[in-house]
């Protein structure tokens, strides 16, 4: 079973629309990392959020951290072709203390031109 | 952000022979660095961690034997698949761990897609 579950698992829309992205969990997670990982490369760490209930925002990218530090969410204002890839989110996997990454399912986005 | 890099980023080789991938933090110290695997299409898998200096430790299932992995140096890390099959074909990326306060991040290669004919 996976701790990090995502959805959708595939998100296919149009230029210039929003959208949202979702990682949850039954596990309270210490930190959470999102990550983008485009075709053939490796992923690229996008942000790391600590505090229930924190928001970052990167350029047209926001992330929440839930209250309970068991979810998370990826906000995209205005998507552009550009932000298609594979969205993983990341957290510490339990038991390991913060040395060990579990990954989620995953989120594959395609944003038509 | 920490730059790692990895070779070869593709590799094709003869069922029954091994193959080395290196991995290599370039601008940073890694005491630790770890091995995933990932399927087309899928998410993650971690392999294995490769910690400087001392033998690595394996998740569960991965065959040690099989996938051997050498951290010599604080910047290199390698992962050798012994004996390759068909099935060990599949997308190998590694990572660096960089401590960031009270927490760590990952820092990810490019990855090195293997093909075993």
């Known amino acids: 079973t996976q701790l990090l579950e995502q959805s959708p698992q595939f998100l296919s829309i149009q230029e210039g629309e929003n959208l949202t992205v979702y990682c949850n969990s039954s596990?309270?997670?210490?930190?959470l990392q999102w990550y983008r990982q485009e075709p053939g490369e490796g992923p690229v760490l996008l942000v790391t959020?600590?505090?229930?209930?924190e928001v970052k925002k990167l350029k047209r990218l926001t992330f929440q951290f839930g209250d309970a530090r068991k979810d998370s969410s990826l906000h995209i204002t205005a998507a552009q072709p550009g932000d298609t890839g594979l969205y993983l989110c990341a957290g510490p996997k339990p038991n390991f203390g913060n040395e060990k990454l579990t990954f989620g399912t995953g989120t594959r986005l395609t944003i038509i031109p | 952000g920490a730059v790692v890099s990895q070779h070869p980023s593709w590799v094709i080789c003869k069922s029954g022979t091994s193959v080395k991938i290196e991995c290599r933090s370039l601008d940073f110290q890694a005491t630790t660095m770890f091995w995933y695997r990932q399927f087309p299409k899928q998410s993650l898998m971690l392999m294995a961690t490769?910690?400087?200096?001392?033998?690595?430790?394996?998740e569960q299932g991965v065959e040690k034997d099989k996938f051997l992995i050498n951290h010599a140096s604080l910047t290199l890390s390698t992962l050798t698949v012994t004996s390759a099959h068909p099935e060990d074909s599949s997308f190998y990326i590694c990572?660096?761990?960089?401590?960031?306060?009270?927490?760590?991040?990952?820092?990810f290669g490019p990855g090195t897609r293997l093909t075993v004919l």
């Open positions: 596990s309270v997670f210490s930190s």
């Open positions: 990572s660096a761990r960089v401590l960031a306060g009270d927490y760590n991040e990952q820092f």
């Open positions: 490769s910690n400087e200096g001392s033998k690595a430790t394996y």
């Open positions: 959020v600590v505090t229930g209930g």
